[in-house]
């Protein structure tokens, strides 16, 4: 037996161990694992499926060769000799596909985001850009059927946002959405120029998966809370009601305001997810730092003040830096046309951590 189809032939029995432990009264009552064992079974589906298919294959290649080796009719060996080279062709494809699926995964893939634009150097027209930027996920997310809410923003004087946090929700969106984390710079003639002149603007992207309950255990009595009244621009009050929430996570220092909602109870909700992602952020960023370390093309996980996108308005030009991609399609892009760009930059991650596990 191949050291792929016995690696295969574990899995399977530990998904199908799975299967029968979840239904465990005592897995049932810990809802924790419970979850855990969940995720687990779901995430052997697809090298489950394609366990059966490299299996059938196989079986299929060991038929062929028995009838090439005791067939005398030439026809029936032509026939044998045709289907062996199908199979073989097959089983080469999936043993591809399969070391891929093998590859360990980033457990926070399947998570959902919460991502924070916020505008860098270019003043008013960094806002403005920050503002693209954040439709252009808005439209990405439509396609995708993902949901997205504004956890809080700070708009900018003449439009866009100084600042804006959103979370995403959906199937997957983690993996995703990983590869926006960075600078995006954008060159054009702002609104703002009257002289007609090209300038160059840039806003940071920070995308990090979505914590839950069970990923950061939060004290209540390492948590200050202070309520007061949320206020407009200017500091003209918007609310007399005390439904503004600031939490303050004593032990660390981490601070999160939250005024969106009218809601105080609203408000804190929010600001307990924030929070607990922050947290979660400060663990999460030494498994990142140690992958941005072997790996150049998730730029998205230690350096977020790497430059990763250039928008070209002049040139009609999108360039991602990390895989020197160039697309002359920018309107479609700012659309939420950025899929093929982020697939570029997943196969060309598999590439690299294909190569590490050769090395």
Known sequence: MNDLLQKLEELHKRWLEIGEEVQQPDVMNDMKRYIKLNK???????????YKDYKNVLDNIVNAKEILANEKDEDFREMAKAEMEEFVSKRDKLEEDIRLLLLPSDPQDSKNAQVEIRAGTGGDEASIFAGDLFRMYQHYCDKKGWKIEVMSMTEGTVGGYKEIVFNIVGEGVYGLMK????VHRVQRVPQTETQGRVHTSAASVVVLPEADEFDVELKQS??????????GPGG???NTTYSAVRLTHIPTGIVVAIQDEKSQLKNL?????VLRTR?????????????????????????????IRTYNYPQNRVTDHRINLTMYNLVGFMDGDIQETIE????AENAERLKETVL
């Open 40 to 50: 687990d079974y779901k995430d052997l589906i697809p090298i489950v499926n394609a």
């Open 179 to 182: 590869y926006e984390s960075g």
């Open 222 to 231: 390492d948590i200050r809370k202070d309520t007061y009244c949320s206020s």
């Open 236 to 238: 003209q009050s918007v």
């Open 269 to 273: 909700d929010k600001a307990m997810r």
């Open 279 to 307: 947290l979660f952020e400060r663990e999460y960023k030494k498994y990142l730092d140690e992958v941005a370390s072997k790996r150049k093309t998730m730029v998205s996980t230690g350096d977020r003040s790497a430059k």
């Open 344 to 347: 570029a930059l997943q196969v």
